[in-house]
């Protein structure tokens, strides 16, 4: 959230108490590794290359996948399969085929390619689940029905407790395997989670997985906490808070619960976001009136002015590379978007539209920032490209602001808010909102109370 926001941001006058949580490690998660299997009768075929499916089709004809429950120890089986099933259908791309139709359940070692064609599969998904004590043995196979060839097999033993994680971590293949691009299944989002009426907000740092299980707040809401962001490990959070009435940037461990202050700079500090490599943090401080880009190195706290000047410059991000920075700024008369060099220099404005924009935000692959647009009181989500080429935007609405990419930069996610009273008693709803790249499929994010001010994490590690 920027300055120029028209949305109020009111201050709490209580304490924040950070909640221990843990996190899972995919090393520790896989124990001693995932192994490639390969299907009994087609030798070679774990590491061969299926067919890869065109996203442009996908988006209007989602590929028709057969995901049968995986066989042995239940009910993991059963719940691994439905948590890819509900992935692959939540991208858009996938249409996961009508159980009630399945000719067979997949239990035959070489499936009967014929009974899933007669069906219209393109893809199906097969495994079996063994446990051995509080451990699980997961075997997950994908087959090319057309050609009746396996393009995936691998096995992955862990604690039972984490049966979901190698759902997400299947759909994920799955997605890479059809699609050529990484999936962003094995994922979480920390986000401002709201509740009570607007002028008593109150605001708690919250996290889940990207499909909304495992959630947990993280904070208690005595201080008021904004725009989270994780580290790269996906092991730390950064956000703003109010902490005592003070404005300022915290990091918060999400393996201890522990919250430390970054620093303690003059002014009113906001905004953060970490470098790509994870040693520095970008943030906003208005000193003097004035509001510029800050870099602040994580080992020493030391600080490094990037903009300089009357103007109010907010919202920083690196570019994937860490070698650029967008960030918006009224310097041109008028609230607009700037690329700049990772020191300061060669600052160039890059949008050109009607109305203002801010929030702007790289795509992980680099190749498109995402921003808000606020113009004729209304607001939208968009992309261009680093440049300022190509400006399209995926959604408008009453107000929405705060995009973030998945991983693979694929998909965003956004909130949204709506001037209803709801049922929650809160004047007007906040919700969080996810949409593809392209501006087809926006679906809601759950969460058990209002929300805003997402932030998608890497791929666990």
Not at 34 to 54: E, M
Not at 64 to 84: K, L, N, S
Request: with cysteine.
């Amino acid at each position: 959230m920027t300055p120029f926001s028209d949305r109020p941001r009111l201050l709490t006058d209580t304490q924040v108490e950070a909640l221990r949580t843990l996190s899972l490690s995919r090393r520790a998660l896989l124990g001693a590794g995932a192994a490639s299997i390969a299907a009994a009768g087609l030798p070679g075929t774990a590491s061969g290359q299926g067919a890869v499916i065109d996203i442009t089709r996908a988006r209007t004809d989602p590929l028709p996948v057969a995901i049968t429950d995986f066989q042995g120890a239940q009910p993991y089986g059963a719940q691994i399969a439905q948590v890819i099933s509900a992935n692959l259908a939540r991208s858009g791309l996938f249409r996961p085929v009508d159980r009630r139709a399945f000719v067979t359940q997949g239990q035959e070692a070489t499936p009967r390619f014929a009974d899933w064609r007669a069906i219209g599969a393109q893809a199906l998904v097969t495994g079996r689940v063994e446990q051995q004590g509080d451990r699980l043995r997961v075997e997950f196979r994908l087959w090319d029905v057309l050609p009746g060839q396996q393009i995936q097999g691998t096995a992955y033993t862990t604690p039972a407790a984490n049966w979901r994680r190698i759902a997400h971590i299947c759909s994920d293949a799955i997605y890479e395997r059809l699609l050529g691009e990484k999936g962003y299944f094995d994922t979480r989002i920390v986000y401002i989670a709201e509740s009570g009426p607007r002028d008593r907000r109150i605001k708690r740092l919250a996290i889940m997985d990207q499909d909304s299980e495992n959630h947990r707040f993280l904070t208690d809401g005595s201080w008021l906490a904004l725009t989270p962001r994780f580290h790269p490990s996906v092991n730390q959070v950064a956000f703003m808070s109010y902490l005592r009435n003070e404005p300022r940037v915290y990091l918060f461990e999400i393996d201890t619960g522990r919250q430390s202050l970054l620093g303690n700079f003059p002014g009113m500090t906001f905004a953060p976001r970490f470098a790509p490599d994870g040693n520095s943090v970008l943030l906003s401080a208005i000193r003097g009136g004035d509001a510029n880009v800050y870099s602040i190195d994580l080992r020493t706290r030391a600080e490094r002015r990037l903009t300089s000047g009357p103007s109010i410059d907010v919202s920083p991000c690196y570019s994937p590379d860490g070698q650029q920075i967008t960030f918006n700024s009224d310097r041109g008369g008028n609230q607009q978007l700037y690329v700049m060099n990772a020191d300061g220099s060669n600052v160039r404005r890059i949008s050109f539209g009607q109305g203002r924009y801010a929030t702007p935000v790289w795509s992980p692959r680099g190749d498109l920032i995402a921003f808000t647009r606020i113009a004729g009181g209304n607001f939208a989500i968009g992309v261009m490209r680093p440049d300022g080429s190509g400006e399209r935007i995926l959604s408008e609405g009453y107000q929405m602001e705060g995009p973030t990419f998945a991983p693979n930069g694929r998909v965003l996610a956004f909130y949204r808010e709506s001037p209803a009273r709801d049922t929650r008693g809160g004047g007007y709803s906040a919700r969080l909102v996810s949409i593809d790249i392209t501006g087809f499929n926006e679906r809601a994010i759950p969460t058990p109370t209002d929300g805003s001010d997402p932030a998608w994490s890497p791929l666990l590690p």
